[in-house]
């Protein structure tokens, strides 16, 4: 799945569409994945329960206004293709 974020990663610059990840785990691990986009980490999953996911990967799309604008995606290919703009296969 990193390949892919890194890929959405880019496109979403160029775009002018902006990933944030929300991981665990300490700075210098997840600088190691290589994406650009900024990285929140949360190793309590408050934000994940927040956004009403149950596990990971999740993903929601937020819109410009900051406001949730898609329910949340479970899985790896959920996620991505959330992230890609299509309708998720599997949504929680």
């Known amino acids: 799945m990193l390949d892919a974020l890194r890929e959405l990663d880019r496109a979403g610059r160029e775009a ?3 990933l944030v990840v929300i ?3 300490d700075v210098a691990g997840n600088r190691a994945m290589g994406l650009s986009a900024p990285i929140l ?3 309590s999953f408050d934000a994940g329960r927040r956004f009403g996911a149950g596990g990971t990967p999740s993903a929601v799309r937020v819109d ?3 406001r949730v604008s898609s329910p949340v995606a479970a899985g790896a290919d959920a996620v991505l293709a959330l992230a890609r703009g299509r309708r998720s296969p599997v949504a929680a």
């Open 16 to 18: 002018s569409q902006q």
């Open 23 to 25: 991981s665990t785990g």
């Open 64 to 66: 410009a206004q900051g």
């Open 41 to 43: 980490l949360d190793d």
